[in-house]
Nanobody, 116 residues
Framework: AQLVESGGGLVQPGGSLRLSCAAS????????MSWYRQAPGKERELVAG????????NYADSMKGRFTISRDNAKKMVYLQMNSLKPEDTAVYYC??????????WGKGTLVTVSS
């Protein structure tokens, strides 16, 4: 199983980025997907999650209204649209795949830097 994140980079405060996560090697449509992030010196935290068929989403309070998670099961992709970015959003963003009673899969992350 493999998850590969992309789309990170340097963006100014108030800007937008769209992260992508490409999945392979497992039955993507059977897994709930989520994005986590880890800022320097901080613990990894949940950003957003989406159910296996995309009918249910959840967000950390600080991301509600700014971030949107979505998925395309046909393409085996999950996305994170990030708007109104703040310097405190600077972190490595990770993609995770989970299913009941199974071990989670993690990607290696993509760095997002919000700075002027």
């Amino acid at each position: 199983a493999q998850l590969v994140e992309s789309g990170g980079g340097l963006v100014q405060p108030g800007g937008s980025l769209r992260l992508s996560c490409a999945a392979s090697g497992f039955t993507f449509s059977s897994y709930a997907m989520s994005w986590y992030r880890q800022a320097p010196g901080k613990e990894r935290e949940l950003v957003a999650g989406i159910s296996s068929v995309g009918g249910s989403t959840n967000y950390a309070d600080s991301m509600k209204g700014r971030f949107t998670i979505s998925r395309d099961n046909a393409k085996k992709m999950v996305y994170l649209q990030m708007n109104s970015l703040k310097p405190e959003d600077t972190a490595v963003y990770y993609c995770r795949a989970t299913r009941p009673l199974g071990m989670p899969y993690w990607g290696k992350g993509t760095l997002v830097t919000v700075s002027s």
